[in-house]
């Protein structure tokens, strides 16, 4: 997401699901055709080969399991912005949407889709972030960041760059993004750069090559290895919820209801776990604890500090 994704590229591929097969013998009674409904999954993504072959596991089962509420085969939409994929849930051609919380919540507060689950990937229903910088570094706190530069995953992560980066525009700081890590920052803002993987990320705060970065605070540990005695961790964000399942407002629901309780019990059995584990790992749905409105606040008022990253 971020400037990197732009309008105009959307795939539509439908899944069938029960095709109503050739007529049996006499003797055999004939099977009921598949219900005509379908159930359309969006999603965003640069690369929607992939994206598909990723997510048609995941709708071939639900769109298996909801006849009895109408539905016979599934879609999957895949756009390249969260603009357009608004767009798409404006106009009734999307009715869910799965994404981590930013994007979903932007979405949320543009369209008429409301959050209904939470979903856990890796065995994780939330995640924050750490800024940290080398111990040594004269960095005290984020104020000390100011003039200085700082590495980000990649514009669309949301533990990597959207949450950190509103975290500390929240705590006052100006945030402005540089190409050249090595770049001149006046003292009155923080500079930027994306890395564009983690890994680079600790890579090049233990080299100072930068002052400053943001990860998973899931992976800081692990990226930082025998050499986490050599950083200090700056801030750690309030977690936020690792995905969000959105369902459009107009979709009928006895439909909502049964995906809602689809969902909830697909990590007890089998084959249901087996759909989960291709669908990028995931673990499980689950409600939110506290109520949505209660859960995505934080997000909510953090938002307006990366609105344009989202919006592009």
Avoid at 60 to 81: C, K, P, Q, T
Avoid at 264 to 282: I, P, Q, V, W
């Amino acid at each position: 997401m971020g400037s990197r994704l732009h309008l105009g590229l959307l795939l539509t591929i439908a899944i069938g699901c029960g095709q109503a097969s050739e007529p049996p013998p006499s003797s055999v009674a004939a099977e009921q055709p598949a219900p005509a409904g379908v159930l359309t999954i969006g999603s965003v993504s640069l690369n929607p080969t992939h994206e598909y072959e990723v997510v048609r596991p995941f709708v071939d089962f639900i769109a298996a399991n909801l006849h009895h509420v109408g539905i016979g085969r599934g879609e999957v939409v895949v756009v390249s912005s969260l603009s357009h994929m608004i767009e798409e849930l404006r106009e009734g051609r999307v009715d869910l949407f799965i994404d981590s919380p930013f994007p979903a919540v932007f979405v949320w507060q543009h369209t008429d889709v409301e959050p209904i689950l939470r979903r856990w990937k890796r065995r994780s229903d939330v995640y924050r972030s750490v800024v940290f910088t080398r111990a040594d570094s004269g960095v005290e706190s984020v104020v000390d960041l100011a003039g200085r530069i700082i590495a980000f995953g990649e514009p669309f992560s949301t533990s990597g760059f959207l949450m950190p980066k509103a975290a500390l525009a929240s705590a006052g700081l100006r945030m402005v993004n540089y190409e050249d890590p090595a770049a001149s920052i006046p003292g009155d803002r923080v500079g930027y750069v994306f890395s564009n993987d983690a890994e680079n990320t600790m890579f090049w705060v233990l080299k100072q090559k930068v002052v400053a970065g943001a990860v998973n605070a899931d992976y800081f540990e692990a990226l930082a290895g025998d050499r986490i005695s050599e950083l200090r961790i700056l801030l750690t964000t309030d977690a936020v919820p690792r995905n969000v399942v959105c369902a459009r407002r107009g979709l009928d629901p006895k439909v909502v209801q049964a995906i809602e309780d689809l969902l909830l019990e697909m990590h007890l059995n089998d084959e249901g776990r087996a759909s989960l584990e291709k669908f990028e790992e995931t673990t499980r749905f689950d409600r939110f604890p506290g109520g949505s409105d209660q859960d995505l606040a934080h997000i909510l008022t953090l938002l307006p500090h990366v609105q344009e990253d989202l919006g592009q």
